[in-house]
């Protein structure tokens, strides 16, 4: 857990079916409330990959209007948030040699979302629109599951959020049946480790931030 990180720099080498398989069946295997399992998986790579993310790259090219299928962020933005999301986008960008006012720059680098960046394997990750709240929870649970047991084989993972801006075009692209809802995207191969951007570690809220604790031996 402490090893891992959102890496978006990935080397080309093809993780094998099996892996993938294998990786799947772990992050089925986290805890859901009534054993629901909420959520799907689909894992893409070579052909069907790159004509995905072909259509989402067009999509960022032209910057067509993002069509969310669901609210990812609060709105409004709570300033303690806000200042966790841009000194995030700072180390990013920092990390990358990427001005603050190199507007194309950042706009390049955010398109290397709908690219997966680069990584072998693309994973388009939904969920019935019909499941509650607590299921989308649950399928948090088994998102981090999957990026435990890809760790643990020596792959690297990087969520995508981004994917949502487009979800319409990945719900089409993919035909997805009306039930399923596109939530994230999600990068899996082996980290590239020349990649500049990987050294980029984000800062974690202290305990006192987040946590209390009572009734504890000192």
Known sequence: MRQRHSVRGFLRDPVP???VVAIL?????APSGANLQPGKFHALTGAPLAQLCAC????AAQNRAPVSQYS???DPMPGVLKARQRAAGFGLYQTLGIERRDLAGRRAQFAANYRFFDAPVGVVVTID???GKGCFMDLGLA???LMMAAQARGFATCGIGALANYADLAHAH???????M???GLALGRADPQAAVNTLRTERAPLEAFATLSGFDA
């Open 143 to 145: 998102l981090m599951a």
């Open 182 to 184: 596109v939530v994230c």
């Open 56 to 59: 989402l790259t067009e999509a």
């Open 174 to 180: 993919l035909a997805l049946p009306e039930d399923e």
């Open 17 to 19: 079916r099996a892996d």
């Open 129 to 131: 629109p019909a499941m």
């Open 72 to 74: 990812y962020f609060p």
């Open 25 to 29: 069946e772990t992050a089925r295997s």
